[in-house]
């Protein structure tokens, strides 16, 4: 599977997408296709949401999990992990 997004931000909080991906299997000689757009949101220093919708899409029992590659809507959630974010939670949940 490869796939290609594009994002512009419309303003520091929202953005909007596209987004191309191609599922090949060489040995079965088949290949699904899928295209679709969304609108992101930055709700936080560390955190980004998308909706959207793909326009063409496909499932495989690899990829279906992740609900990305069907065809329809989508929602996406993003959050940032580093050592300083992880120590503060811990700081946060043992009450310190």
Do not use: H
């Amino acid at each position: 599977m490869i796939g290609l997004e594009g994002r512009y931000d419309v303003t520091k909080k929202w953005d909007v997408g596209l987004r191309g991906m191609r599922l090949c299997s060489w040995s079965l000689n088949q290949e699904r296709y899928g295209t679709g757009a969304s609108v992101g949101f930055n709700a936080g220093r560390k955190l980004w949401i998308s909706v959207g919708y793909n326009f063409i899409g496909f499932k495989d029992r690899d990829f279906s999990r992740a609900d990305f590659t069907s065809e329809g809507p989508f929602i996406t959630m993003r959050m940032k992990f580093d050592q300083v974010s992880v120590r503060d939670a811990v700081k946060w949940f043992s009450g310190q």
